[in-house]
């Protein structure tokens, strides 16, 4: 089995990253998004993104199998060194390493241009908690009851990594 990490291309990945992230939205908590966005959406999200800080997927014998990316922190200028960032693996192929292929090309490419990543995590989810501190995220907190998916109150817990220096100024 080969797995190649490269760049997502918009026009050709986005369908797969749809359908990859879809059960994360309808089935789980793991996203606190209620519909799962269409292909389209998801090109608009990889053009951004990808552009700003990095969308990269993960194909394994010429299939998309999964794709992390990062994002803006929050808005004001003062966080524009810092980003969150997130990865989602096709259920089939959960638990080969792919996440971690993922995040260490991801965390590569992230540390040129900034000092610190954030990852939220929908609790409980041990999978996740387990690749983040893997990968060298410290736990800095939890946001108790934040969101209401599935019936119930879910908390988050967010870990940052320390990248680099990033840009300054």
Not at 124 to 142: C, D, K, T
Request: proline fraction near 4%; aromatic fraction near 10%; charged fraction near 20%.
């Amino acid at each position: 089995m080969t797995l190649t990490i490269r760049h997502g291309d918009p026009a050709a990945d986005s369908a797969a990253c749809a359908r990859i992230y879809a059960p994360h939205v309808t089935e789980s908590w793991v996203s606190f998004e209620l519909e799962a966005p269409d292909a389209d959406e998801m090109v608009r999200r990889m053009a951004r993104y990808g552009t700003s800080h990095g969308w990269l997927v993960a194909e394994q014998d010429g299939e998309v199998a999964g794709y992390a990316y990062g994002s803006p922190h929050r808005e004001r200028a003062a966080y524009a060194n810092s980003c969150d960032v997130a990865v989602y693996v096709a259920r089939e192929a959960a638990r080969r390493g792919i996440g971690r292929a993922l995040y260490s090309e991801l965390l590569s490419i992230l540390s040129r241009d900034f000092h610190a990543a954030f990852a939220g995590i929908a609790l409980p989810n041990e999978p996740s908690v387990g690749l983040h501190r893997a990968m060298g995220f410290e736990p800095v907190g939890v946001y108790r009851e934040v969101g209401w998916k599935l019936g119930g109150w879910r908390d988050v817990a967010w870990f940052q990594k320390r990248l680099g220096q990033g840009s300054v100024g």
